[in-house]
């Protein structure tokens, strides 16, 4: 790739005065600012690298990973197999890494990301333990002036957040929280040693994916174990297992037909979509389907049909029979009841939960399910909990209560564009953005995954790829014309979010109080955030590189 036209040069070579050079490499001139070091940051990093630009991260973590990092609760594990939850930007690594489960574990995904930290030698332009504070926009220079934590001062081109979706908690004002005489953990943000629960009684908050992975775990060790359920989910057996090496390898040998497969599904991975309604096919025919669908286990069960997340009528069928099964594992009908998804509610609206034994886990006797939906959690106390009904006693609290998504980990970091707005103050109503890459009034600041794009709702590995080869090339395209500015035009964003919107709306997803509408974090503007679709999503953005970036304007 070419390097800037020379009488440009200095606006690409840009001071750092940093007053912690602290885990990497000290450098006087950057390109770009990269916030995370998860998949996204990684490869960001990688990628610029590879286009000669000097690029850095500033990570907040101890360590590499992101979300992978931070997330390190008993059963945390991955809900896309672990053949398609992995990079393939580059075949030597797909080729070479071994993944050990279906379904690979937390510690073997940081395993994964340490190795590719090492193998593409990443670690010397990565900051670690050092958060982002700030990031203004210099009007005169078009250059981005970064603050860290530690004392950093970093001006570069672009400034690229890479803070991922699922990044900053979500903690629920409960009165009394600080008083809890005992230990309290979130999910989201889990230690790093190894928490034993054994002989101790423990409430968990929450029954989302976190909960869901984790309960099975906990209930084995816990002397008791209180779920604290307001809305029952659904959630399908993951039938995660050991990876047979042989079918390893016979995926290996043919590793660009599942990639090209899994990138022309909706969802970025291979979901196996059967292109019938579920109205059109028998009874039987449906029963046998979601039976099949069920034993082989996972995400792929929304793919039965293809209008499950789309027609209410067909969504119930795939619903019933989950509330079905439920009833089948659960052997006390009234526990049964409870752990089920009401009629109207709409499988997989909230994300499609993938579970080892989570329903069975109700059979113990040492498990209490406490519905705090008819009797909502009114205080924690230095003992335990109290809901309007009762109270209850345990040692240890888990805030298995999810996170502030997609818009979060951005608007943590003080982030000033043009004329000095904020982030915040142009969100005020919600995220608004052309592509879910760029945000009007923010030149050369580039989302990874951010809210407009099909993120959250697709295999995130390849959402990320897509994002950072996307913003790569731009890059290179406007060193190669000696241009040192980019921004949406308003009318691109606008046109963007409408349809955005209206993608949307001709699903069932925004008929739920889900984390995708910001629905769980109270005062939050209730707007949808993802892109339905990856394949038109990729069109859409390789058109609008091939038209010199449509709906940019350049400087
Ligand atoms: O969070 P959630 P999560 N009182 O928001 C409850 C990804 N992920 O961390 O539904 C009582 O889904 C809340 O109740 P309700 C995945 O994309 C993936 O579990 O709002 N309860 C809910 O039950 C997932 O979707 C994996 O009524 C309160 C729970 O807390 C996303 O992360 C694994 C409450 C929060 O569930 C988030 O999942 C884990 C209150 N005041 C996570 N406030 C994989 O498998 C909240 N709750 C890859």
Same mark, same amino acid.
Request: net charge positive; glycine share 36%.
């Given at each position: 790739m070419e390097g800037p036209v020379p009488e440009l040069a200095h606006r690409w070579r840009l001071g750092v005065e940093s007053a912690a050079m602290t885990n990497a490499t000290a450098t006087s001139e950057l390109d770009a600012v990269i916030v995370g070091a998860g998949f996204a940051g990684l490869y960001m990093l990688h990628k610029l690298r590879g286009s000669g630009l000097r690029a850095r991260i500033f990570e907040a $973590?101890?360590? *590499? $990973? $992101?979300t992978w990092f931070w997330n390190r609760y008993p059963g945390a594990r991955c809900d896309v197999e672990s053949m398609e939850y992995s990079f393939k930007f580059d075949d030597a690594l797909q080729q070479e890494w071994k993944w050990s489960e279906r379904y690979s574990e937390q510690p073997e995904i940081m395993r994964y990301l340490n190795h590719v930290a090492d193998r593409y030698e990443l670690r010397r332009d990565i900051a670690l333990e %050092?958060? *982002?504070t700030s990031a203004h926009f210099d009007e005169g220079t078009s250059r981005w002036n970064v603050s860290t934590d530690r004392g950093d001062r970093v001006s570069a081109n672009f400034c690229i957040m890479? %803070? $991922?979706?699922?990044s900053s908690t979500n903690t629920p004002e409960f009165p009394g929280l600080d008083s809890f005489a005992g230990r309290v953990f979130h999910t989201g943000k889990w230690p790093h040693e190894p928490i034993d629960f054994t002989g101790r009684r423990v409430g968990i908050i929450g029954t989302g994916s976190s909960a869901i992975q984790a309960i099975p775990i906990i209930a084995k060790q816990a002397r008791h174990l209180f779920v604290f359920q307001r809305t029952p989910n659904f959630s399908v057996p993951a039938q995660n297992g050991p990876l047979d090496p042989e079918v390893q390898e016979r995926i290996k040998a043919h590793y660009g037909e599942l990639r090209r497969l899994g990138s022309q599904m909706p969802f970025g991975f291979d979901v196996q979509l059967n292109e019938k309604s579920a109205l059109e096919v028998s009874e039987a025919e449906r029963e046998a389907e979601y039976e099949q669908r069920w034993k082989h286990g996972g995400l792929p069960f929304l793919g039965s049909y293809a209008d499950l997340l789309y027609n209410k009528e067909a969504n119930e069928t795939a619903a019933a029979f989950i509330r079905r099964k439920i009833a089948e594992i659960v052997k006390d009908p009234k526990l049964a009841a409870l752990l089920s998804p009401e009629p109207t509610d709409v499988a997989g609206c909230k994300r499609l939960c993938s579970d080892s034994g989570y329903f069975e886990t109700f059979n113990r006797s040492n498990v209490t399910l406490v519905d705090v939906r008819s009797a909502p959690i009114e205080a924690i106390t230095p003992t335990g909990l109290s809901t309007g009904k009762e109270t209850f006693a345990f040692d240890d609290l888990i805030l298995a209560t999810g996170f502030d998504a997609m818009t979060g980990s951005l608007l943590r970091v003080d982030i000033r564009g043009a004329g000095g707005a904020t982030l915040g103050e142009r969100w005020a109503e919600g995220p608004r953005t052309y592509l879910g890459l760029s945000v009007v009034g923010f030149p050369n600041l580039f989302m990874i995954s951010g809210p407009g794009s099909p993120s959250v709702l697709t295999n995130m590995v390849v959402s990320i790829e897509q994002h950072v080869e996307w913003i790569a090339e731009c890059i290179g395209y406007l060193r190669s014309k000696g241009l040192a500015r980019i921004e949406a035009t308003l009318d691109a964003q606008n046109d963007w979010v409408a349809h955005v919107n209206e993608v949307a709306d001709s699903s069932l997803y925004p008929r739920c109080n889900s984390w995708y509408l910001g629905a769980n974090v109270p005062g939050k503007p209730r707007v949808f955030m993802p892109y339905l679709g990856f394949p038109p999503y990729v069109e859409k953005c390789n058109q609008v590189a091939s038209r010199g970036y449509e709906g940019f304007r350049l400087g």
């Open positions: $973590g101890s360590g *590499v $990973g $992101g %050092t958060r *982002v890479a %803070t $991922g979706c699922l």
